[in-house]
């Protein structure tokens, strides 16, 4: 059974840092792109990062510069470091994993989320 767990939300204030951390069980994480959604209140979600199997990276231009996302694979974890936040990545954060080669919108599996509050 595949398990994605996310940590290390919480509330921090404008310009403040925060690292996200995803642990993936019941996969072969070699073989998974990782990566990371959002979902704002009220709105629908939204891609923010990508780390393949081959260390290639992709990021959303509204954290280009400003987030990123690393992965060990000998713990079969992906991060997301999260630099000079802005009230608008308020969101739930969510982990997610996909097959080696398939299409960047197939993603398989999702963790639960974790809540990141951006707010003074």
């Known amino acids: 059974q595949v398990q994605l767990v996310e940590s290390g939300g919480g509330l921090v204030q404008p310009g403040g840092s925060l690292r996200l951390s995803c642990a993936a069980s019941?996969?072969?994480?070699?073989?998974?792109?990782m990566g990371w959604f959002r979902q704002p209140p009220g709105k629908e979600r939204e891609f923010v990062a990508a780390?393949?199997?081959?260390?290639?990276?992709i990021y959303s231009n509204s954290v280009k510069g400003r987030f990123t996302i690393s992965r060990d694979n000998t713990k079969n974890t992906v991060y997301l470091q999260m630099n000079s936040l802005k009230p608008e990545d308020t969101a739930v954060y969510y982990c997610?994993?996909?097959?080696?080669?398939?299409?960047?919108?197939?993603?398989?599996?999702w963790g639960q989320g974790t809540q990141v509050t951006v707010s003074s």
């Open positions: 997610a994993a996909r097959p080696a080669g398939s299409s960047p919108t197939m993603y398989n599996y």
């Open positions: 019941g996969l072969s994480f070699k073989a998974f792109a």
């Open positions: 780390r393949g199997w081959n260390s290639d990276t």
